[in-house]
């Protein structure tokens, strides 16, 4: 696939064309190096908070990263009522519009790139884990802002489980493919058109009813030996 050119309203505008240069050596450095960026310490208490429900019974997790209003939270839990699922977003407007919760599932703010690490270290392996828009930053300086060209990319892939990526920059999926090869992680890309009631999130519905082309990828995360 190609970036489409800029000038289409309905499309991501990037200058950038093809996988990025840099992305292998960044993502090969972020893999083989430690990452030392302190946790805070209002991510520790949030873990902190959430421990008696994420270890009581033993029901599997989905971990629902950049929920925003938490549409998406509410839909997985729904989708997947024997699993529990925790939508995490930093920002507290959005989720301060969210409404519902409980026993199926939270929508907390939280740091996601500490949370991936908080829950590594306390060994709490989701099922399932999602990522739906719209994280592209498309300027080809911005490779360190999107996920898999930041240094919390590999507690990412730590944490094992079922990885689904939506976005509607058809390249951001390509080099989400490229950066799970080169940390040894197979994946597959597909389009994806969903109806008026099968909205996963708030932008979903957005740039689907704007024309935009949405693609997703789904990539097991889980090593040889990992619980499945």
Known sequence: MTTPAPGNSRDVISAQRGIHQHLEATVRKHVST???KP???????????LL???????????IDACCGTGMSTRLLAARYPHCRVLGLD??????????????DYQVVRADVQ??????????????????????PYPKAAQLGSRWYGSPAFPALLNLGGHLQVRSNWALYIE????????????SEISQITPTAGDYISLFEKKYSESGH???????????AGDPV
């Open 34 to 36: 430690p990452w030392r």
């Open 39 to 49: 946790v805070a310490d209002f991510s520790r208490t949030t873990l902190d908070g």
């Open 52 to 62: 008696p429900w994420l270890t009581a019974g033993d029901r599997p997790l989905i």
């Open 90 to 103: 930093k920002s507290a407007q959005r989720v301060g519009r969210h409404q519902g919760g409980g026993g």
């Open 114 to 135: 500490d949370m991936w690490r908080l829950l590594r270290d306390a060994g709490i392996k989701p099922v399932m884990h999602t990522l739906f828009y719209p994280n």
């Open 175 to 186: 080099e989400f493919a490229f950066a799970l090869k080169v940390a040894g992680y197979e």
């Open 213 to 223: 082309v949405l693609t997703a990828l789904s990539a097991n995360l889980n090593r």
